[in-house]
């Protein structure tokens, strides 16, 4: 069945380190793969996304990736700032007739100042 | 633009009740799709509208229900509540397009006692 693995569930970082998020995809139809931020009493935001005709994808200091060939998807947010601290979920979406996503369990960051 | 609103943000009800949340989205979105936040389960689809009308819908009983309405509102509803139908219920608003970004509200708490 669908399923999406989010690795690791915790991730500590000093300020201005990097932080990498990795999720793989089950269903090889999927072609959508957006990344949500949420904070504590919110919901989650949508901060970047990829399309699978796209390798990698950038903006400011947030970038992913995309290896359909694994059926792997990766976040990157270089100089980390305490705002960043936040539950990171990556998930995964075939656009055909339904705009259903799959999430993966999140990953708990913290940015250490 | 105004964001996805949810009402109420906060709910108590006990064992056996039914409740209903509504679901505003973005003005120009038709596309509402609603999902259920666990501790444990973490995110989950539940059912997604367009035009009214229910396009897909995931692994919950018959309990969960929903509805559009032509102004692209949406409503859900439970039944016969049970403790575990505790959660964050949020909903999820998208434009029809090739693409398939979607926009969170800030959930509703519902806690069954």
């Known amino acids: 069945g669908e399923n999406v693995e989010q690795h690791p569930s915790t991730l500590s970082v000093q300020e201005g380190d990097s932080a990498v998020i990795k999720c793989t995809y089950s269903?090889?139809?999927?072609?959508?793969f957006p990344w949500y931020k949420q904070e504590l009493g919110k919901g989650p935001q949508l901060i970047i996304d990829?399309?699978?005709?796209?390798g990698e994808k950038k903006d400011q200091r947030i970038a992913v990736t995309l290896n359909k060939t694994a059926k792997h998807f990766s976040l990157h947010i270089t100089e980390t700032q305490p705002e960043d601290s936040a539950v990171y979920f990556c998930?995964?979406?075939?656009?055909?007739?339904?705009?259903?996503?799959?999430f993966g369990s999140g990953t708990r960051l913290l940015v250490r100042p | 633009k105004a964001g996805v609103t949810q009402t109420p943000r906060y709910l108590i009800k006990t064992r056996g009740q039914q409740v209903t949340l509504s679901c505003s989205p973005i003005?120009?979105?038709?596309?509402v799709s609603w999902y259920q936040q666990t501790p444990g389960q973490g995110l989950q689809f539940l059912f997604e509208?367009?035009?009214?009308?229910?396009?897909n819908k995931g692994n919950f009983p018959g309990r969960f229900s929903g509805r559009q309405f032509s102004n692209s509102r949406s409503e859900m509803n439970v039944s016969t509540l049970e403790l575990g139908d505790s959660a964050l219920y949020l909903c999820?608003?998208?434009?029809?397009?090739?693409?398939?970004?979607?926009?969170f509200g800030p959930g509703t708490r519902l806690t069954v006692l």
């Open positions: 003005s120009g979105h038709r596309s």
């Open positions: 998930a995964a979406s075939k656009v055909d007739s339904s705009y259903k996503l799959i």
């Open positions: 269903d090889s139809a999927s072609n959508y």
């Open positions: 509208y367009f035009s009214e009308t229910q396009r």
């Open positions: 999820a608003s998208s434009q029809i397009s090739s693409y398939n970004e979607q926009f």
């Open positions: 990829i399309r699978s005709n796209v």
